[in-house]
């Protein structure tokens, strides 16, 4: 089983920016579809925004233009640009690794099909 280490996360004013990463390791990480989830406190976990292994991304309506997702297939590493956050984005943040045979997908799917890291927290105030 793999291994999933974000870092990052932190306490920014609203109009901030933050930059998370994810370590991987243990997964031929080129191969997969990686993702971004977050969930707030007593919400649920919802999908932020994807990466195939060649690098087409797709993102929530909520972050689009302000949200962009990458990935580093040498260094093993996913990451998320976020500009101009808002008190909304508020939430733990999460690196997600789908199932091998599974393509990455815009839609909403089973949450079931990911295995995630712990975690970063980010907390925007206005």
């Known amino acids: 089983e793999g291994q999933l280490t974000e870092s990052g996360g932190d306490s920014v004013q609203a109009g901030g920016s933050l930059r998370l990463s994810c370590a991987v390791s243990?997964?031929?990480?080129?191969?997969?579809?990686m993702g971004w989830f977050r969930q707030a406190p007593g919400k649920e976990r919802e999908k932020v925004a994807t990466?195939?292994?060649?690098?087409?991304?797709s993102f929530a309506d909520s972050v689009k233009d302000r949200f962009d997702i990458s990935r580093d297939n040498v260094e093993n590493t996913l990451y998320l640009q976020m500009n101009s956050l808002e008190p909304e984005d508020t939430a733990m943040y999460y690196c997600?690794?789908?199932?091998?045979?599974?393509?990455?997908?815009?839609?909403?799917?089973?949450?079931?099909?990911?295995?995630w890291g712990q975690g970063t927290q980010v907390t925007v105030s206005s």
């Open positions: 997600a690794v789908k199932g091998r045979y599974y393509e990455c997908s815009s839609g909403p799917e089973p949450l079931t099909l990911w295995s």
């Open positions: 990466i195939r292994s060649a690098g087409t991304t």
């Open positions: 243990g997964y031929s990480f080129s191969r997969y579809c």
